[in-house]
């Protein structure tokens, strides 16, 4: 009696649990049934105190399915078929030391007599291999985010059918997903749905099986294809389709009573559905023919899908196997290759350097690791190639050795002048970027190196003026330095019988030249000779002529910048016979000379003149007014 008062205490306990939780459970009360209705109870009693533990730990479930092998008919004419039930779970705990809900010890298949849609069996199977699984992302150098555990859970057990022409439908489904799902509505309340289609069984037909897992996450912004296809034993033709997961159960009911075909389908977030599966550009799609899926997920989050493959054998349906799946898409950092950086500047014109012919150039380029947030800057390794470096060449290579991001490569080259070397040639850089995974990463990049004829740039004759009796002292500027085969200077004089040299000067660096024997009124001009590769005469300055006045100093430069004012003179020693002067200034950049002030008396021996702002140096020309 006292046996009995505790076990009545735990039935009346328990049925009251599962009588208010339970709805499927209330079919106990109407059954006359006492042995039937105590199977019942016995299976409500599980329930209810699975439940009771449940309700706060059953979002768990990411994705599996349901496939199947055939293995042919016994002595009794049944076929047999091997069913394989694949689950995974989120394994993390939920809070540290509460692990989320293990994998049911033991699982209820039912299955669906297609041609009546009436249950003809529910078998109980264990499970068979509970394995915590190596996660892998799309990208194999990204780790898996913080946290983040799978578990794969697999039920096996062998079936026997009765003969039957439209099949079987075999279902399994549980509660919950995880409510941090992106894309369906209320992911915490809602669970999963496996199934598998058995067509005629005088086929003896073997569901497709897919060939890969899909990755547990992905990256953000990053276009990631996979293949989804399967293989089919029979050689079926198969055909692939993004579909709806199915949807079982709740949280106060998390193992569901069997139902058959057709099944519900989670609820698609407003702005999710068979059009927006995920937040992707472009969203996710699955190629019919081969399988192949695709998309560049442009959002973070958990998103749930399924992936149908249906089985046709001479063009009739023969079944369907649904893959219910969920994708994490994560940000990834991200390892660049290295990459070459060109110096700027004239002699730089695109991917092309170029060098002149018997002038010393050289260039540095930069070798750069940039890589994106959170990812260190990584040691290079690189080597710049070329017929350039060698013999009769011998351009020269210069390699820093910190193998930090930037290295330093400079080349330097002199091509010489005879005879011309090389127009084009070409340089190979490899850079390999050593801390990338899976193993190095490469990225190479290729520059012509060009060889022109030196330029000759031409002088500018900056002032003449009088140092005595036919002494006339003459100064130049050139805006660059002399290039590379600079020959000579050579400076032409017109004394009113035409134009000759009058001397040439072999210093790069000379500016200035007195002209003793200059004659009355002379003009000069001056320009620049190279030989390489062989002798050319530049272009000529602007010609500038002494005044008929000799003795008058006709020139004189201001070299201070931020001079307001700048006062020339000059020295007439003999009595004036002209009525004045007239005064002339060039400005920097211009190439000609402005009047800008007459002087009616000719005993002046200075004049100043107002500056413009920040206009130095300036150049002045003095003439004399005849009377």
Same mark, same amino acid.
């Given at each position: 009696?006292?046996?009995?008062?505790?076990?009545?205490?735990?039935?009346?306990k328990v049925?009251?649990?599962?009588?208010?939780?339970?709805?499927?459970?209330?079919?106990i009360?109407?059954?006359?049934?006492?042995?039937h209705?105590?199977g019942?109870?016995?299976?409500?009693?599980?329930?209810?105190?699975?439940?009771?533990?449940?309700?706060?730990?059953a979002?768990?479930?990411?994705?599996?399915?349901?496939?199947?092998?055939?293995?042919?008919?016994?002595?009794?004419?049944?076929?047999?078929?091997?069913?394989?039930?694949?689950?995974?779970?989120?394994?993390?705990?939920q809070?540290p030391?509460?692990?989320?809900?293990?994998?049911?010890?033991?699982v209820?298949?039912?299955?669906?007599?297609?041609?009546?849609? @009436?249950?003809?069996?529910e078998?109980?199977?264990?499970?068979?291999d509970?394995?915590?699984?190596?996660?892998?992302?799309?990208?194999?150098?990204?780790?898996p985010p913080?946290?983040?555990?799978?578990a794969?859970g697999v #039920?096996?057990?062998?079936?026997?059918?009765?003969?039957?022409v439209?099949? #079987?439908?075999?279902?399994?489904?549980?509660?919950? !997903?995880?409510?941090?799902?992106?894309?369906?509505? @209320?992911?915490?309340?809602?669970?999963?749905?496996?199934?598998?289609?058995?067509?005629?069984?005088?086929?003896?037909?073997?569901?497709p099986?897919?060939?890969?897992?899909?990755?547990?996450?992905?990256?953000?912004?990053?276009?990631?294809?996979?293949?989804?296809s399967?293989t089919?034993?029979?050689?079926?033709?198969?055909?692939?389709?993004?579909?709806t997961?199915?949807?079982?159960?709740?949280?106060?009911?998390?193992?569901?009573?069997?139902?058959?075909?057709p099944?519900p389908?989670?609820?698609w977030?407003?702005?999710?559905g068979t059009?927006?599966?995920?937040?992707?550009?472009p969203?996710?799609?699955?190629?019919?023919?081969?399988?192949?899926?695709?998309v560049?997920?442009?959002?973070?989050? @958990?998103?749930?899908?399924?992936v149908?493959?249906?089985?046709?054998?001479n063009?009739?349906?023969?079944?369907?196997?649904?893959r219910d799946?969920?994708?994490?898409?994560?940000?990834?950092?991200?390892?660049?290759?290295?990459q070459?950086s060109?110096?700027?500047?004239?002699?730089? !014109?695109?991917?092309?350097?170029?060098?002149?012919?018997?002038?010393?150039?050289c260039?540095?380029l930069?070798?750069?690791?940039?890589?994106?947030?959170?990812?260190?800057?990584?040691?290079?390794?690189?080597?710049?190639?070329?017929?350039?470096f060698?013999?009769?060449?011998?351009?020269?290579l210069?390699?820093?050795?910190?193998?930090?991001?930037?290295?330093?490569?400079?080349?330097?080259?002199?091509p010489?002048?005879?005879?011309?070397?090389?127009?084009?040639?070409?340089i #190979?850089i490899s850079?390999?970027?050593?801390?990338? =995974?899976?193993g190095?990463?490469?990225?190479f990049?290729?520059?012509i190196? @060009?060889v022109?004829?030196?330029?000759?740039?031409?002088?500018e004759?900056?002032?003449?003026?009088? +140092?005595?009796?036919?002494?006339?002292?003459?100064?130049?500027?050139?805006?660059?330095?002399?290039?590379?085969?600079?020959?000579?200077?050579?400076? #032409?004089r017109?004394?009113?019988t035409?134009w000759?040299?009058?001397?040439?000067?072999?210093?790069p660096?000379?500016?200035?030249? +007195?002209?003793?024997?200059?004659?009355?009124?002379? =003009?000069?001009?001056?320009?620049m000779?190279?030989?390489c590769p062989?002798?050319?005469?530049?272009?000529?300055?602007?010609?500038?002529?002494?005044?008929?006045?000799?003795?008058v100093?006709?020139?004189?430069?201001?070299?201070d910048?931020?001079?307001?004012?700048?006062?020339i003179?000059?020295?007439?020693?003999?009595?004036?016979?002209?009525?004045?002067?007239?005064?002339?200034?060039?400005?920097p950049?211009?190439?000609?000379?402005t009047?800008i002030?007459?002087?009616?008396?000719?005993t002046?021996?200075?004049?100043?003149?107002?500056?413009?702002?920040?206009?130095?140096?300036v =150049?002045?020309?003095?003439?004399?007014?005849?009377?």
């Amino acid at each position: 009696m006292h046996k009995n008062r505790i076990g009545f205490f735990f039935f009346s306990k328990v049925r009251s649990i599962v009588l208010f939780e339970n709805p499927a459970c209330r079919e106990i009360q109407n059954k006359p049934n006492m042995a039937h209705a105590k199977g019942l109870l016995y299976r409500c009693i599980w329930l209810g105190i699975s439940m009771a533990v449940l309700a706060t730990q059953a979002r768990h479930l990411v994705g599996g399915d349901m496939t199947y092998r055939c293995l042919g008919v016994d002595a009794q004419g049944q076929s047999r078929y091997e069913i394989t039930l694949k689950v995974y779970r989120d394994c993390r705990e939920q809070s540290p030391g509460q692990p989320n809900t293990p994998f049911d010890r033991e699982v209820s298949i039912a299955v669906f007599n297609n041609a009546t849609l @009436q249950q003809t069996l529910e078998f109980k199977t264990r499970l068979t291999d509970s394995t915590i699984l190596s996660l892998r992302g799309s990208d194999p150098c990204v780790p898996p985010p913080p946290g983040l555990c799978y578990a794969e859970g697999v #039920y096996r057990d062998t079936i026997t059918l009765a003969p039957s022409v439209r099949g #079987y439908t075999l279902e399994w489904g549980r509660c919950c !997903r995880n409510e941090t799902i992106r894309n369906i509505f @209320q992911p915490g309340s809602a669970g999963v749905v496996f199934t598998a289609s058995i067509p005629n069984t005088t086929l003896c037909n073997n569901s497709p099986a897919f060939k890969n897992a899909l990755p547990t996450y992905i990256c953000v912004n990053d276009l990631f294809t996979f293949d989804h296809s399967a293989t089919d034993a029979d050689g079926d033709s198969l055909v692939y389709r993004i579909t709806t997961p199915f949807t079982a159960g709740s949280p106060l009911d998390p193992f569901p009573l069997p139902m058959p075909p057709p099944y519900p389908q989670v609820t698609w977030l407003g702005g999710y559905g068979t059009t927006n599966y995920m937040d992707g550009n472009p969203d996710i799609t699955l190629d019919p023919i081969s399988g192949n899926m695709e998309v560049r997920p442009t959002q973070l989050g @958990q998103y749930v899908f399924s992936v149908s493959v249906y089985e046709y054998r001479n063009g009739t349906l023969l079944s369907e196997i649904k893959r219910d799946l969920q994708i994490n898409v994560i940000e990834c950092p991200i390892n660049y290759p290295p990459q070459v950086s060109l110096p700027s500047g004239p002699d730089v !014109r695109g991917d092309t350097l170029v060098f002149y012919q018997g002038e010393l150039a050289c260039f540095d380029l930069s070798i750069l690791d940039i890589n994106g947030p959170g990812v260190k800057v990584d040691s290079i390794q690189f080597s710049v190639t070329g017929e350039v470096f060698s013999a009769p060449y011998n351009a020269s290579l210069t390699l820093t050795t910190d193998l930090l991001s930037p290295e330093i490569a400079r080349i330097c080259w002199n091509p010489g002048c005879n005879p011309l070397p090389i127009q084009y040639s070409q340089i #190979y850089i490899s850079m390999t970027d050593n801390n990338d =995974c899976p193993g190095p990463n490469q990225a190479f990049d290729t520059l012509i190196l @060009q060889v022109l004829p030196p330029p000759t740039p031409t002088p500018e004759l900056t002032c003449i003026r009088t +140092t005595g009796a036919q002494v006339v002292e003459l100064n130049w500027d050139l805006q660059v330095s002399p290039p590379g085969g600079f020959d000579a200077w050579i400076i #032409y004089r017109d004394t009113g019988t035409g134009w000759s040299p009058l001397v040439t000067l072999s210093d790069p660096d000379q500016r200035q030249y +007195t002209d003793s024997s200059a004659g009355a009124a002379p =003009c000069y001009y001056i320009a620049m000779r190279t030989v390489c590769p062989v002798p050319v005469i530049g272009s000529p300055s602007d010609t500038i002529c002494l005044s008929s006045k000799p003795e008058v100093n006709l020139c004189q430069v201001t070299q201070d910048p931020a001079a307001a004012a700048a006062t020339i003179s000059w020295t007439f020693n003999d009595v004036p016979d002209f009525s004045g002067y007239r005064v002339y200034r060039r400005l920097p950049g211009s190439q000609t000379f402005t009047l800008i002030a007459e002087l009616t008396d000719p005993t002046l021996r200075s004049y100043t003149d107002v500056l413009p702002p920040g206009a130095g140096p300036v =150049c002045y020309q003095l003439s004399v007014q005849d009377n």
